[in-house]
C-alpha cells in the first residue's frame, strides 16, 4: 500500500470499526417538518440517492486518548506510523467535498501536514499529499463500483459505513429536529442492543427535504459528548465546476502508479486482516509481526501491559498488540480482545 494512501487509513479504520455512538445538543431554532416515525427516517437515509453538491464539513474528536509523549526520539517506521494514526484521531480536521456527474468527486482534507485530496473522475482515481508532494494515481477496473463520496472523513461516507456494520438490528428512535448547514433535519439515533460494546449510540443528523446525512455523531457509553463527530457546516446543492475534478502532479511530485485487484474482495477485511463478530462487537485484526514492538519507546509509552500483550483503552477504541506483534482493534472493552486473541 502506497504511503498517501495508508494516510487516509486511521480515519477510515476508526468508522468502520466504531460503527456506532454519538448524541449532541438539538437545535431549539430548526423548522418543523413532517411528523415519521424512526422507520420512515431510516428509510429516507437508506434510499438518498447522491446528486451533485458542493459543501465545507468539520470533523472533530475527544476519544479519551493519553496525550502524546513529547520526549521520544524520532524512531520513524512503526512509530512514525502511530504517531500519524494518533494525530488524525486525536486532532480536529475541516475539508471540501465536491460531487459532481457519475463517478465525480472530490475531497480536501487540511490538517498540521498540509492538504490532502482525493479525486475521482469515471475510472480514474489521484491521491495527492501537499505535506511531501506524493501523489498516487490508479484505474478502477472496468465492472467495478466505488461509493460516494470518498474517505470517512464525510458525513456521507461515515454513515454509510455505519449502517453497513450494525448489525443485528439497533434500536432507533428520533429527536427533535435539527439544523445542520442551514438545513432542518430529523435527529435518528441507533443505539446498541448489547452491552458488549464500547458504543453508547450514534446520531444522524437526515435532511428533512433529501434524505442526505448531514451530520454523524458518535458518543462512548457513559459520556455526554461526542468522541467523534463529522457534520457539514456549509452546503450548496447544485453541481461543482467540472474542471475541479480533473488533476494533474504538480512539478516535482513523487507518482505512484498503482494496479488495483481485478475483483474486489468479498469481505471488508483485506489480506492478511481477519474480522471476528459482528456490528457493534466487530473485532479486525492484522497477521502476527504486522507491529514491531521490541523497539517501540512510543508504543510502550502508550499501551498498558496486561495479559496476552499490551493494550491501549479508550473510550471508545480499544488496540490489543501481542508480543508476536498482532494487532487487534475494536469498539469493544479489551477483555473482548483478549478473549479474541
Not at 448489547?194 to 450514534?202: I, K, Q
Request: aromatic share 6%; glycine share 8%.
Amino acid at each position: 500500500m502506497s504511503r498517501t494512501w495508508t494516510r487516509w487509513m486511521p480515519a477510515a479504520v476508526a468508522a468502520l470499526v466504531v460503527a456506532g455512538s454519538a448524541t449532541w445538543a438539538g437545535s431549539a431554532q430548526a423548522d418543523e417538518l413532517p411528523q415519521r416515525t424512526p422507520d420512515e427516517v431510516l428509510t429516507m437515509l437508506a434510499e438518498y440517492d447522491v446528486q451533485p453538491f458542493s459543501g465545507e464539513f468539520e470533523q472533530s474528536s475527544d476519544l479519551g486518548l493519553p496525550e502524546l509523549p513529547s520526549d521520544l526520539p524520532d524512531s520513524g517506521g512503526d512509530a512514525a506510523a502511530v504517531s500519524s494514526a494518533l494525530d488524525t484521531l486525536t486532532s480536529d480536521h475541516h475539508g471540501r467535498v465536491y460531487v459532481g456527474g457519475e463517478d465525480q468527486f472530490r475531497v480536501q482534507s487540511f490538517d498540521t501536514f498540509g492538504e490532502r485530496d482525493l479525486i475521482a473522475d469515471g475510472n480514474q482515481v489521484w491521491a495527492y499529499d501537499s505535506s511531501d508532494n506524493s501523489a498516487t494515481h490508479f484505474t478502477v477496473p472496468q465492472g467495478q463500483t466505488r461509493q460516494h463520496p470518498g474517505p470517512s472523513t464525510t458525513p456521507q461516507a461515515l454513515a454509510d459505513q455505519v449502517l453497513a456494520a450494525v448489525q443485528p438490528s439497533p434500536k432507533l428512535s428520533v429527536r427533535e429536529n435539527v439544523e445542520v448547514a442551514g438545513r432542518t433535519a430529523y435527529a435518528l439515533v441507533l443505539t446498541p442492543r448489547t452491552e458488549d460494546t464500547l458504543v453508547g449510540e450514534v446520531s444522524i443528523a437526515v435532511d428533512g427535504e433529501t434524505g442526505m446525512p448531514l451530520r454523524v455523531a458518535i458518543t462512548a457509553t457513559g459520556q455526554d459528548h461526542p468522541a467523534l463527530e463529522v457534520a457539514y457546516t456549509d452546503l450548496t446543492m447544485s453541481a461543482p465546476e467540472s474542471d475541479l475534478f480533473s488533476f494533474s502532479p504538480p512539478a516535482g511530485a513523487d507518482v505512484e502508479q498503482v494496479t488495483p485487484p481485478q475483483h474486489q474482495p468479498s469481505s471488508t477485511a483485506k489480506k492478511g486482516q481477519h474480522v471476528f463478530g459482528t456490528g457493534w462487537q466487530t473485532v479486525l485484526s492484522c497477521a502476527p509481526g504486522a507491529v514491531d514492538v521490541s523497539d517501540s519507546p512510543l508504543v510502550n509509552q502508550l499501551t498498558t501491559a496486561v495479559d496476552g500483550g499490551r493494550a491501549l483503552s479508550t473510550d471508545l477504541l480499544s488496540v490489543l498488540i501481542t508480543p508476536q506483534g498482532q494487532v487487534f482493534l475494536g469498539a469493544v472493552p479489551v477483555e473482548r480482545l483478549q478473549a479474541v486473541a
